[in-house]
């Protein structure tokens, strides 16, 4: 099993809708977690941190699941400029951060 | 200011060949780290830097060689490259080694034949 797996999608909705993904990890050890988005041919850059009480940026929720060891991201009122991939990262007490390989998401008209 | 600053961003090169790509960052940061991503879009870190001192060294071949001349520095060199060295190499940074905001550049884009 994969340390840190998700859907690589892609995920094709149309503008103004929700979209979820979910990741999951296998080390019960990690401590920190995160969403990074990833534009074609571009470097990845950090879209929010994820908190156990979940957290919301916008129009971005995050949460995250302990006991299910699973972290989601959840997209409302999509938008044209979201399309990109989605990379979740887990990080554990060795502060190696560890990439899931990303769920790709498209956003059409 | 680009904070995290990688050269070349495009390499085509043959098998066999030596090649450098070279990185900087003006943000000040401790550590730093190369990573690749493979045409499946895994992201892999290779090794890490703290202070010029190596503290994360993955399974890589040792035809990697990384090399810290100061803490704003961190080159990659590869020797007798293989046609599975294809792959886009990113440089990154965080202020330290627990820094959870990972900065990175633009990546290289290294194409072997």
């Known amino acids: 099993r994969k340390e840190v797996e998700q859907d690589p999608g892609p995920f094709n909705v149309p503008e103004g809708a929700t979209v979820a993904f979910n990741c999951t990890y296998s080390?019960?050890?990690?401590?920190?977690f995160f969403w990074y988005r990833q534009d074609c041919r571009k470097e990845p850059k950090l879209l929010m941190s994820v908190y156990s009480s979940g957290n919301e940026d916008g129009r971005f929720t995050a949460q995250l699941n302990r006991a299910s060891q699973y972290i989601s991201l959840l997209i409302r009122d999509s938008k044209l400029s979201d399309s990109a991939t989605y990379l979740c990262v887990v990080k554990g007490g060795s502060y190696i951060p560890t990439f899931g390989r990303g769920t790709s998401l498209i956003v059409h008209p | 200011d680009t904070a995290v600053s990688q050269t070349p961003k495009y390499l085509v090169t043959q098998m066999g060949n030596d090649k450098s790509i070279k990185c900087e960052q003006n943000?000040?940061?401790?550590?730093m780290y190369w990573y690749k991503q493979d045409s499946k879009k895994f992201l892999k870190i290779m090794f890490s830097?703290?202070?010029?001192?190596?503290?994360i060294n993955e399974t890589v071949p040792n035809r990697f060689s990384p090399k810290s001349p100061d803490k704003a520095h961190l080159n990659l060199h590869i020797n007798s490259l293989e046609l599975g060295d294809s792959a886009v190499y990113f440089c990154?940074?965080?202020?330290?080694?627990?820094?959870?905001?990972?900065?990175f550049g633009e990546g290289s884009w290294l194409t072997v034949v």
């Open positions: 943000l000040g940061h401790d550590t």
């Open positions: 080390n019960s050890a990690s401590q920190s």
């Open positions: 990154a940074s965080t202020p330290d080694t627990r820094g959870n905001t990972i900065y």
């Open positions: 830097y703290n202070n010029k001192e190596l503290i």
